[in-house]
């Protein structure tokens, strides 16, 4: 007879440094939850007297089904956000975070089924012609296949038939332009090799607030080196990795008007390639919240 509206997952400790058990009994009915909305709302208004909203950071991860770490990631970082919320609230009290902790679903499940180095969604091509799925990172609507995406649908970086032609990528576009006022940062997780990328992937050109960009990223990675973490390789996607254009990062920043975007290649490698032992997952996490931290500072002052 209850209308069960929600379950939270609750730990009994936190994911630290040594990972806890998470125990999914945590039930909470609607009266509950609506008290808890009011006053989240309550503290919402007195933040933002002008009523405004916070202003936002977005998070996506696992838009290329074969990196693990990223979903893995994203599901920390919300864990540590909801469930630990005593040691977080300086990153909510100023910031409101939009996660989508898996993009990529059917290619996800398909890599854990078929075929383990799986990148692109699954979706059929024409009369079943060709091969299945394209890269989202190449399908966005901006500079769309002008350089390092394919026009085969057999390759790893297609960029399909059409910009959008992926409801993966299109979820992403209509959300970041609805939310478009709001959101200030945009963040997308992917591995691996430690970068942290900023735009352009379609040209070497750099953004007029590349400083900006730069500059940040490198206070972000200072701090994650300080928590313990590899230092990451800071620029941008053309000038320190390869021109690819299509992606999300540079649509967000380009069409949707979100100034700080970025790419987060996760660890990976040394033998592992996309199979970072999954022990690995609270560390990665762990410098991940720090990286965050830095970034919210910034995005909570922004106006
Ligand atoms: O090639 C990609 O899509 C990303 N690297 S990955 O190894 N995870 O596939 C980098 C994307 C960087 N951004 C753009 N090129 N726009
Ligand atoms: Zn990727």
Redesign the pocket.
């Known amino acids: 007879g209850r209308d069960l509206r929600v379950i939270t997952i609750s730990s009994s400790k936190t994911l630290g440094d040594d990972g806890g058990d998470i125990d999914p009994t945590d039930v909470e009915d609607k009266d509950k939850q609506d008290k808890q909305e009011q006053d989240r709302e309550g503290r919402a208004k007195k933040k933002n007297r002008k009523g405004k909203a916070k202003p936002g950071i977005f998070i996506d991860a696992g838009?290329?089904a074969r990196?693990w770490i990223a979903p893995a990631t994203a599901l920390y970082i919300i864990h540590q956000l909801v469930e630990n919320a005593t040691h977080t609230a300086k990153l909510t009290n100023d910031v409101d975070w939009h996660i989508l902790p898996l993009m990529n679903p059917d290619g996800y499940e398909y890599c854990h089924t078929t075929d383990r180095l799986w990148?692109k969604t699954r979706s059929k091509t024409w009369w079943g012609l060709g091969c299945a799925g394209a890269?989202a990172?190449?399908n966005f609507d901006f500079h769309w296949r002008e350089v390092?995406a394919s026009w085969s649908s057999c390759s790893f970086?297609y960029a399909g038939s059409k910009p959008f032609s992926e409801p993966e990528s299109r979820a992403v576009r209509d959300y970041l332009l609805a939310n478009k006022e709001q959101l200030k940062m945009y963040l997308t997780y992917?591995?691996?090799?430690n970068?942290l990328?900023y735009?352009?992937?379609?040209t070497n050109t750099l953004p007029s607030d590349w400083k900006t960009l730069d500059a940040l990223a490198k206070k972000a990675n200072a701090a994650m080196v300080a928590a313990g973490s590899e230092p990451y390789t800071i620029g941008s996607?053309?000038n320190v990795?390869?021109?690819?254009?299509?992606?999300?990062?540079?649509w967000a920043k380009g069409v949707a008007g979100i100034p700080l975007s970025y790419?987060i290649?996760l660890p990976g490698g040394n033998g592992h390639g996309f199979d970072l032992p999954a022990s690995y997952i609270p560390e990665v996490g762990r410098h991940q919240m720090h990286l965050i931290t830095v970034f919210a500072k910034y995005v909570g002052a922004m106006k």
Do not use: C, M, V
């Not at 735009?199 to 379609?202: A, I, N, S, V």
């Open positions: 838009i290329h990196e990148r890269d990172n190449r390092g970086t992917h591995s691996y090799g970068f990328l735009p352009w992937g379609y996607s053309t990795l390869y021109a690819a254009a299509g992606g999300s990062d540079d790419t290649e």
